[in-house]
Every structure is written in structure tokens, then in C-alpha cells.
């Protein structure tokens, strides 16, 4: 076993996971980072990572991942769940199977994943988990319904079981980071797509598109991925961490807007430029 504290990090393979794994093997950590592209798992172990192939949905998977953790270091001291993908479709036309494949990729691998360090963390009484959310956890808009949903489910998930593992030594932090600029992201906006004549949502869809890019265009709006990765950082070395972080001055001030706006005046500003 080494002295070296292990940190596990999902969704590894790109983006915010990726620059997570990359600032906590710098901070001293054994890093296990997992995900399911086999090129990218290649340059993660180049790199001196514990690069492992894991689809966080296969409990049998990661059960086998924790118990070689276990046996070779006694348990996982760092949890970060960023496994997930975004989900943008009018919530009439969302195909249900994509929504339960977001449900089981984000929040209930977490949980799962969460609940297999746990007697480790608990036995050692100490330990941290950090979440990714988002701060489309914090307010709804129209186009993104599926995600939200799942979102809010984050938040739900890292309160509740902050509370309930805080007595034996482990702490749960929440980061809600606005628009990110991974490789999702960007294919998003750089598509094209075509909508059916007879699409009812098709000029909404040309209209979302439209006002994402644009939007996400703008100077300050969007944040690097390393920006994520400091902050867990931050969080996994603070003696007593916050219950959620906003990561990113766009998303506090959305944020801040979203408490001080009535629900009318909301809707009248995520709706301009949306609607005929």
C-alpha cells in the first residue's frame, strides 16, 4: 500500500474529468482515471495516471475497479463523479431512453460509485466526494428540459448524502460550473442540423441553436475546464468545505438573477428571441 493519498476520477477521458485528473496527480494524489475511450485512456496513462476502461454504468465493473483500489491501496480517498453529456431537445419530442441514459450515467453511477467508497472513507474517518453538477441545477430553461431534470437530481443527491456521511469524517461538495468548453460543447455548437418541415419545434430548435451560439460566443460567458479542476482541488483540501460552489462569474450572476427575478419575469427573458 502506498502513502500516497488515491483519488478516482470518472469521465476521465475528456474535458473537466480530464483536467481533474491532471491537477490532482499534481497535488500529490495516486489518480485512477477512468472512462471508456481506449485512445484517450492511452494518453491518460502515458501521462502516469492509472488509466482504467469503465463504464460507469456496469456496477459488476466497478465493483471489480473499487476492490482492486481497495486491495492495493485499503480505499479510495478522493471521489469525483464527472461522468455525464449534455441533452437538448424539447422535452415533448426527448426520446425517454436518452433521459434514462443520462439518469443512470449521472446521478445514479454517482451514487453507486459513492456508495462503494463509502465503508473505505467511513473506516479511515475521512474521505471526500465531489460532484460535477451544473448550474442548470440551479434554474430551468426551455431546450434543455431532460438536462435540467438531471441536474436538479445532483443537487438533491450531494445535499442529502452530504448530511447523512458528515458524522464519520466524510465530506461531499457540490460544483455547479457554468458553460464549460469541452468537446461536447463545441460539436454542439459547430453542428449544422437540418429540421423536418413539419417539425411544430423546428424554428424553436433554429432559434436555440441560434441564441446558444451566440451566446456562448461572448467573452467571459464560457470557462476552461482547468477552471473546474482547481476547484475540486480547492475543495479537497479545505478542512471544511462549502455544500455547492458556483464555478464561473456567468453562472453567479445567472445565478444571483434567478433569485431575484419572479418566475413571469423569468420566463419573459429566456423566451425572447425563442419564440415567433
Known sequence: MTAEPVALVTGATSGIGEATADRLQAAGHRVYAVGRNPEALQRLQSRGLAARALDVTDEVAVERLIAEIIAEHGAVDVLVNCAGFPLTCPLEQLPLDDLRSLFETNIVAALRLSQAVLPGMRGRGAGV?????????????????????????????????????????????LLDPTAVHTPFVTSQQEAQPSYADDDPYATFKRRYADNTRELTAKRGVMIDPDAVARAVVRVVRARNPRPRYIVGLSGKLTVLARALLTDRMWDRILLRGLRD
Not at 431532460?146 to 438533491?156: L, S, T
Open 129 to 173: 466526494i465531489v460532484n460535477i453538477g451544473s448550474t442548470g441545477g440551479r434554474f430551468a430553461s426551455p431546450g434543455a428540459g431532460g438536462y435540467h431534470v438531471i441536474k436538479y437530481g445532483m443537487e438533491a443527491l450531494s445535499l442529502s448524502l452530504r448530511a447523512e456521511v458528515a458524522p464519520f469524517g466524510v465530506r461531499v461538495a
